[in-house]
């Protein structure tokens, strides 16, 4: 316990280039959650609602200011607050219809987020959130049950407006 409560993770470069560039959460965040769901709605139109950040807090009150710098690419920056806790994020991977996955940096806490998609049944879409959070004491604020329940939340939520809308 005194192990995960003092993991820092790698630094922030290596996080985004050997982690998240590659496919890979941090496998040794004390903090690890992965979260599934099929979306009755093609990729196409999923993968349009993913990449529209300005729209999130829409979805998902939790978000808020969501600012992107510049067009959605790799490496691009953007920024956007949480849950009250202000995040600074660089995307890592962009592949269209894909997946979209990003590091990002709020006080001392380092996370990989992935967001993939893949074909689902009857033409749906089967989408997969999955994170690492790592940072001196983090499991003192969130643990893996209550980032599954948010991410759970998110999707949910993401799935009604996705459905909706088409």
Avoid at 60 to 68: E, G, I
Avoid at 89 to 116: N, Y
């Amino acid at each position: 316990m005194i192990r995960q409560m003092l993991y820092s993770g790698p630094s922030r470069a290596v996080l985004h280039e050997a982690y998240a560039k590659m496919g890979r959460i941090d496998e040794h965040a004390p903090i690890r959650t992965r979260s599934e769901i099929d979306i009755d709605a093609p990729i196409e139109r999923v993968w349009e609602q993913l990449i529209d950040l300005p729209a999130w807090p829409t979805i998902d009150p939790s978000f808020r200011r969501v600012r992107l710098g510049a067009s959605l690419a790799v490496d691009a920056h953007f920024s956007f607050v949480l849950n009250n806790f202000p995040i600074r994020a660089r995307i890592a991977v962009f592949e269209p219809g894909r997946e979209l996955t990003w590091t990002g940096v709020s006080l001392w806490f380092k996370a990989v987020d992935q967001h993939r998609l893949e074909p689902g049944i009857g033409g749906g879409t089967h989408y997969t959130v999955a994170e690492s959070l790592a940072g001196i004491l983090a499991p003192l604020f969130i643990n893996s049950a209550q980032l599954k329940a948010q991410h759970d939340r998110w999707q949910a939520a993401f799935k009604r407006i996705v459905e909706n809308s088409g």
